[in-house]
């Protein structure tokens, strides 16, 4: 009976920490259906106030595509996860979609679901 509580402590901890979300940077995102975290790939955050984050250090506009070919260097497969909170410009999304476009990176955007 021991070893089996033991067990169910050891699987709800592991279990727990993989369910945590990695990001630090917190942003109300628009809400979909389907999963798209992927713990394997570069987050980029814009958030209200168009301050734009790479994983959690927050970057200039003009830095970004510099920054994402640095950071996608020793990565396989080149994909960001773009999360972009309800009310940004649709223009800061597109922006970072052209860089990633021009350099061969797959964009999948974040969502929350309902």
């Excluded at 168009?50 to 506009?61: C, G, V």
Aim: no cysteine.
């Amino acid at each position: 009976m021991t070893d089996i509580v033991f067990l169910l402590l050891i699987f709800f901890m592991i279990a727990s920490t993989l369910a945590k979300n990695l990001d630090t940077i917190d942003v109300k995102l628009p809400q979909a259906k389907g999963k798209t975290e992927n713990r394997n790939t570069v987050s980029l955050t814009i958030n209200n106030r168009s301050q734009f984050y790479l994983d959690s250090k927050q970057i200039s506009k003009s830095r970004i595509e510099q920054e994402l070919i640095t950071k996608l260097k020793g990565f396989s497969s080149r994909s960001i996860v773009l999360r972009a909170e309800e009310k940004v410009s649709i223009d800061q999304v597109v922006f970072v979609m052209n860089i990633a476009n021009k350099n061969s990176i797959k964009v999948v955007l974040a969502v929350d679901a309902p």
